[in-house]
């Protein structure tokens, strides 16, 4: 049987380092994985405490609403106005969706068609790439080599030299893989753009709430009229620590969200009530928690970063997402991404991502997720610097 619609889906370029680590775990190798992003920090007990008090209530084991309970949507509005100064209809301009994920995936079918063309960063995410794809769409990589003034360049020639001109622009700031942050003059330009060209912003904002030394990440909403032209993606995975909950939203442009929220009633009944009661908790009384959760992933950060360059390897500090993005060291650039991330793990016992893994344009980086605890990072230099030392 011919599965049309996966069939031209590439190989799962992490699956090599997947099965080399496992390997070396099943053979009793102590791996310190820096290599998946899967948030190991608890989520907020004030907000478990409500689950639990939740799930209690039968009432609360029915089909629950695609679109959001209504006082889950208030929440997404209120947290919209506390931190970035934008009003949105909890009723027209935000819906709930099973984490970003699926948001981002359900949404592109209601944006793209077979014969549209979507623009996106590379190195990427990989379902800011499939997402259009599995529409049908077809995808143009803009390279994102670390600096936002030369990706907006890079992404307004892209777009030109593009016909039929690109329907979707899909963004994601503070970025993964590679952490590069934008302000607000960025999406300025880029609703400058948009409304100039008739074409329309995705903004994939699944960091909002990771961020260190000061910066603080903006909304694309924030811009006078973005809404005729964006919708973004929130999440309370990263800053919430809420990864297995599955909770997300988007919000913006009314027309997008009112798509969505067809297409969702014919696909699910949304995110079991329980964890849509727990996650109000969350987002109107867990600002405080975030910021503890921030702490944490800064002492990681600075122990991953500072430990690096005592051993020779200087990385620049990320300001958001809970990721760091380095530059092969020097002397290993012909090696090639995945074979130094192959070799890190029987000789470092550490696992990382490859940068080829996010498109071409990540070849020559590798991605660390700071995943494990200060003491585990610590032990993960150690084995780095040995690796290093050994050449």
Not at 262 to 275: E, H, M, N
Request: aromatic share 10%; with cysteine; hydrophobic share 40%.
């Amino acid at each position: 049987m011919e599965f049309r619609r996966i069939s031209h889906l590439p190989p799962y370029v992490f699956a090599e380092v997947n099965a080399l680590k496992l390997e070396a775990r099943r053979a009793g190798e102590d791996i310190i994985d820096l290599g998946f992003g899967n948030p190991d920090i608890p989520s907020s007990p004030d907000v478990v405490e409500k689950l639990v008090e939740a799930v209690r209530n039968p009432r609360n084991h029915r089909y629950s609403q695609s679109r959001g309970l209504p006082n889950l949507r208030r929440a997404i509005a209120d947290r919209y106005a506390r931190r970035f100064g934008v009003y949105l209809d909890p009723e027209t301009e935000a819906i709930t969706t099973i984490g970003a994920k699926e948001g981002l995936s359900h949404m592109l079918w209601t944006l793209v068609q077979p014969g549209d063309v979507a623009l996106v960063p590379e190195p990427s995410y990989p379902i800011h790439i499939y997402a259009p794809v599995l529409a049908g769409a077809e995808v143009r990589r803009i390279p994102l080599s670390g600096d936002a003034d030369g990706f907006f360049e890079a992404m307004e020639q892209a777009f030109l030299d593009s016909w039929p001109r690109p329907r979707v622009i899909i963004t994601s700031f503070p970025h993964n893989p590679t952490t590069v942050c934008v302000d607000l003059s960025f999406w300025e330009r880029m609703v400058a753009f948009a409304k100039q060209h008739d074409t329309f912003i995705v903004h994939d904002f699944a960091y909002a709430d990771v961020a260190f030394d000061g910066y603080v990440p903006p909304s694309i909403l924030e811009v006078p009229g973005a809404k005729d032209v964006a919708v973004e993606l929130y999440t309370l995975t990263k800053g919430h620590s809420m990864a297995g909950w599955r909770v997300g939203f988007v919000v913006g442009n009314k027309d997008v969200v009112g798509a969505l929220a067809k297409l969702k009633s014919y696909l699910d009944y949304g995110t079991f009530q329980p964890i849509q009661i727990a996650s109000i908790i969350a987002l109107n009384e867990g600002d405080e928690y975030v910021g503890e959760v921030n702490d944490v992933y800064l002492g990681r950060r600075d122990a991953l970063i500072d430990g690096l360059a005592r051993v020779g390897w200087e990385i620049e500090k990320p300001k958001g997402t809970m990721f760091v993005w380095a530059k092969l060291p020097e002397g290993y650039e012909s090696m090639g991404s995945l074979e130094f991330a192959k070799r890190l793990i029987p000789e470092a016992k550490v696992a990382v991502s490859p940068g080829v893994g996010f498109g071409q344009h990540g070849e020559g980086y590798v991605r660390f997720a700071l995943v494990e605890n200060e003491e585990r990072i610590r032990q993960a230099v150690r084995g780095i610097r040995s690796f290093l030392e050994a050449g």
